[in-house]
């Protein structure tokens, strides 16, 4: 359940020139668009919000941040299960897609899960972490108020980055504000709008900075992807 198979020998797909490909520090971080019509979004961001209004403080992950999830509590009778079913076929999709234009020298499998939910209010974040136990994980931007939301942050860890601004405190303001540069900034936020779909490697390490928007929750589904060798081809 959940395993897909990727072909050694594979087709380039119309599709992915909408499929954007980004480094950030060394990492590749890959976007791409969801149709909102392609899955029931109204109901899934329905279910979540109820959930909100029954605790805002919902985390049994950790001590420090301050938000709404799933994660660690999923099967919490207290709170309404959220229906992914419509969702799945289209990260499925997506993923194939995406795994499709990476270089993949061998045939594998992925198993796809749904890890978490987070829904954040005014205020809110969540602390530095990584996903361990798989090999990447992607973040759909499922209600995203791009005036009033912030983004992923993504953190370099690269040793350099604790003596750059000394050594070379002019550097950032000779290069360009680009992504290709991002090697020389301790943190970097993809622009992204609602309905975006980010796929990084799952230790590409990343947090989500205080909310600002008192008017709409910043909701987003977090999912997790391991490759495994696929056995019947050599």
């Known amino acids: 359940k959940n395993k897909h198979s990727i072909r050694s020998f594979r087709r380039r797909i119309k599709v992915m020139d909408l499929i954007k490909n980004t480094t950030l520090f060394g990492f590749p971080v890959i976007t791409t668009k969801i149709n909102s019509k392609s899955y029931n979004k109204k109901s899934i961001i329905s279910t979540i919000e109820k959930n909100f209004k029954l605790n805002k403080k919902r985390n049994q992950w950790d001590k420090i941040s301050l938000l709404h999830h ?12 959220v229906d992914y079913s419509t969702l799945m076929p289209v990260y499925k999709k997506i993923i194939t897609k ?25 205020s809110n974040y969540m602390a530095s972490h990584i996903h361990p136990f798989t090999d ?16 992923t942050a993504f953190e370099n860890v690269l040793p350099h980055i604790d003596y750059i601004h000394q050594l070379s405190p002019e550097l950032p303001k000779i290069l360009s504000n680009h992504s290709s540069n991002s090697w ?22 990343h947090k989500i900075e205080p909310q600002t928007s008192k008017n709409k929750n910043r909701i987003t589904i977090v999912l997790n992807i391991s490759l495994k060798k696929n056995q019947n081809h050599g």
């Open 184 to 205: 020389i900034y301790d943190t970097w936020k993809l622009d992204v709008k609602e309905d975006d779909f980010c796929f990084s490697p799952s230790f590409l390490k």
């Open 98 to 122: 995406i795994l499709n234009n990476m270089n993949i020298h061998t045939s594998c499998d992925f198993k796809l899960t749904i890890a978490n939910y987070t829904c954040l209010s005014e």
């Open 136 to 151: 990447f994980t992607a973040v759909h931007y499922i209600q995203f108020d791009k005036k009033n939301h912030t983004s």
């Open 70 to 81: 799933s994660y660690n509590d999923d099967t919490n009778s207290k709170y309404h299960k």
